[in-house]
């Protein structure tokens, strides 16, 4: 009789999915290993094929999702700029 998983704790670590959990037989490891393997090549924000990222924080993004998240910081930099200058 194969042990009831229990999952532990799920979670991003370093950009990637970390599952940790009890029970379980081979199988459940090696579906456990995949899932971990391919969450390095899956985009965090959309699910569609991505790359891993490492620019200070580790992350797996999509070109799209990449441009988008750039274009977000981008004008949230010149906002505060524009700040600083009406001060």
């Known amino acids: 009789q194969i042990e009831q998983v229990v999952a532990d704790q799920v979670k991003e670590k370093y950009g990637?999915?970390?599952?940790?959990?009890?029970?379980?037989?081979?199988?459940?490891?090696?579906l456990v290993n995949m899932a971990e393997s391919l969450s390095y090549s899956i985009c965090?924000?959309?699910?569609?094929?991505?790359?891993?990222?490492?620019?200070?924080?580790?992350?797996?993004?999509?070109?799209?999702?990449?441009?988008?998240?750039?274009?977000y910081v981008?004008?949230?930099?010149q906002a505060k700029l524009d700040l600083k200058i009406e001060e």
């Open 74 to 77: 981008n004008s949230f930099k």
């Open 16 to 30: 990637t999915l970390c599952f940790y959990y009890s029970g379980g037989d081979d199988y459940i490891r090696g």
């Open 44 to 71: 965090e924000s959309c699910g569609n094929p991505g790359k891993f990222i490492n620019d200070g924080w580790c992350k797996v993004r999509c070109d799209k999702c990449l441009e988008l998240e750039k274009d």
